[in-house]
């Protein structure tokens, strides 16, 4: 954030001698500790609290400048008497826009942060602890006036999370906090898997000054079992756009209830089905895996094996299967929309037929073939399948009359 010499000028005149001795000390956030916030479970993001400072280690990468003022290996301190020295930007101190600092009070690294001192109306509203526990680190950042060559907003934070489930529901969230009172922030966050962009909510993230605000966005991972996200700020304001980020979290927004492999010409596995609950109902992948992939879906689900169609000799019969999906070209994967609940609860237990016709592009024995989710044979004449499914539901843990 840069000001004008003359108001740089009267604030150091105003109110340096009254508080450098306070703002030029070691990282301190104000007040008592406050009850551990707790992290969704099995969160992906690594270091998303910050309190990870080994340069090392941090789990995170940026297109913003880190703050250079500091001994080697520690990112956490303010050298005293050298606070205010906004005129050099060439070390990168906080005074300068696109700069980022793991720290414990933002009000340590910039005088017009302290809002101690400064009217909140007009000015910093930076003196206060992270979200964690109020007594730990958050990502403090002066935003940047600058895009990338291409235009795009910088990059502010930045990760790869590996071991994503594919077929699964995603809730990325995390914690936000404007240090000054005008200009705030416009957060957008985008998931990228394979280059291929994708921005979760059309509508930026605003955070206002004064308390730490939670945004979530859904995402659902595809094919995909690793993705980078990203959060960025459109706002290019010198005046103002400073502000902090805490408690980065990646974490299941659905629970897979039960899963199989999709086994082709009797033997090779082609991928995979997998059910998983969400607040919509009972929902159903199909994940096929490269080379092959689907141009037909079908799908059963009855209370025993007899409630499938099937012919007379006991083969199914998929084209009289009650839910289907025909794509125009080959496709890898496909959810079928929420299954009717009711009557599946009162159902129990629980079957799946999962039939699909897959081809393979560059495979030397197999073009087409037939594939079933693996389970029980139907008749021991073909290698038609269904499996059970009874977890997906606790009604299905009791015995029926």
Known sequence: MKKSVLFFALATILFVPAIAAAVCVVDTPPGDATAPYESCDGNLIVNGDFEQTDPALLGFTSDYRP???????DI????????FQATDCSNDNMWCDGVWVIGQNPANYHLLWWNTFLPDALYGVGNFGDHTTNRGNMLIINGSTQTNPDGSSKGVWRQTVT???PGTSYSFSFHARSVYTVAPPEFTVTAIVEGERVQLSATPFVPVAGEWQQRTYTWNSGTATEATFEITSSNLIGVGNDYALDDIELCQSNT?????DLISARHVHVGSVVIWKDDGGLRITYLVDEPWCFTELHLAVGMYESDIPQTKKGSPIPGQFEYSYQPDVCEHMYTFPPLDMDPIEATCPMVIAAHAVVQCSDCQRWRTETAWGEGDRFTQKDWSMYFDASDCYDSCLIEPY
């Not at 703050?67 to 290996?73: D, V």
């Not at 897979?256 to 199989?260: A, V, Y």
């Open 67 to 73: 703050y250079l003022e500091r001994t080697p290996g």
């Open 163 to 165: 071991g994503i489930l």
């Open 76 to 83: 956490l301190f303010t050298i005293p008497g050298e606070c």
């Open 256 to 260: 897979i209830c039960t899963s199989t």
